[in-house]
């Protein structure tokens, strides 16, 4: 019997050494940044990928910040990246599951059925961070990947292997066309039990996007093939999985660490352009965000950007350097 202990546990030790390896390539971003693709187990849809993306300090540190990106979205912040190298931080970032780099041509877009699938995603990152020399890590989330990370730090409470967690307007609360409240809402998650791959269109604000890429009324240089002007419908599946999420947080998430909630300081819906776009959130409830925040359980701090946009790091430059100050600021005192 101890023999066979002994094996499994030697299996499991080398299961986990192998996801700490990373073999890294050019990124698309240019400019050193490196990617490596990670062979996750697969699901209901078959295949699955992962893929890490790192850029490390000219000088050696053992901080590093991992970004885990929203819906609609993957990592393409490079200026933001930029920051935390300046500030010291080695920096990582994680195209989850079925997104961008990780997106297999065999899967449905952003497909998921419970929001722990990305766990792994989360897992095989933070492992490769560690094992890279890094001691300190700062977890932050945007959007959907800021509920996500809420959700995964409360699943490891106790076992951390962060420092602490930063949210960027998380997805604390759903927001619907008018036709699609919350007495709809009830049936569709019903249905996804049985019927998950049912296509729903959340309706969000398609001005959003042209606010944002340069081609349009924006200044950013992104893949609008990884994340378009238009978000893609969703299914029911998807639905359920964020609303399950958004009801544990509704309950209170443990998190041990210091959080930082930061959200734009209003919420705003413009039905045709104009540059108020740039002054707002114009995917989420701010004000709902806020007090679905309360829930977090532990140590935490909720702010509120004047003239932020719904992810504050591509807002107007005045408005994302305030941003930056108020990270910085707050990351000297939570990590220590």
């Not at 940044?33 to 893929?51: H, W």
């Not at 994340?227 to 299914?235: F, S």
């Amino acid at each position: 019997m101890k023999t066979i202990v002994s094996h499994l546990l030697l299996v499991w030790i080398t299961a986990c050494s192998a996801f700490a390896q990373a073999t890294y390539f050019t990124d698309i971003l240019g400019k050193e940044f490196k990617q490596a693709t990670i062979v996750q187990p697969g699901d209901y849809e078959g295949s699955v990928t992962c893929t890490v993306i790192r850029k490390t300090t000219a000088e050696k540190s053992t901080k590093a910040v991992l970004y885990v990106h929203g819906f609609n979205d993957y990592f393409f912040q490079e200026e933001m990246g930029e920051r935390f190298l300046k500030e010291g931080y080695n920096f990582y970032a994680v195209d989850l599951r079925k997104y961008g780099r990780s997106w297999l041509a065999h899967q449905k877009f952003n497909n998921v059925r419970d929001l722990s699938e990305y766990f792994a995603d989360i897992d095989t990152a933070l492992s490769i961070i560690h094992n890279e020399g890094n001691t300190k890590v700062l977890l932050m989330g945007h959007s959907l990947g800021g509920l996500v990370v809420s959700m995964y730090a409360d699943a490891n409470s106790g076992k951390e292997r962060f420092d602490a967690v930063l949210l960027n307007s998380p997805l604390f609360a759903l927001e619907f066309k008018s036709g699609l409240k919350k007495t709809a809402l009830p049936l569709m998650i019903k249905r996804a039990e049985k019927r998950p791959e049912t296509l729903i269109d959340l309706g969000l604000n398609p001005l959003y996007g042209e606010s944002l890429h340069k081609d349009f009324r924006g200044e950013w240089s992104y893949s609008l093939g990884f994340k378009p002007l238009i978000a893609p419908p969703v299914n029911f599946g998807w639905l359920r999985a964020v609303n399950i999420g958004q009801e544990k947080l509704a309950q209170g998430l443990q998190i041990n660490k210091p959080v930082l909630v930061l959200h734009a300081a209003k919420s705003i819906d413009e039905k045709k352009w104009s540059d108020v776009m740039f002054s707002g959130d114009a995917i989420l409830n701010v004000s709902e965000v806020a007090r679905q925040a309360q829930n977090i359980v532990g140590q935490y701090s909720i702010q509120s950007v004047p003239g932020g946009m719904h992810d504050l790091v591509l807002s107007r430059k005045p408005v994302r350097e305030e941003v930056y100050s108020t990270i910085f600021n707050w990351a000297k005192r939570a990590i220590k």
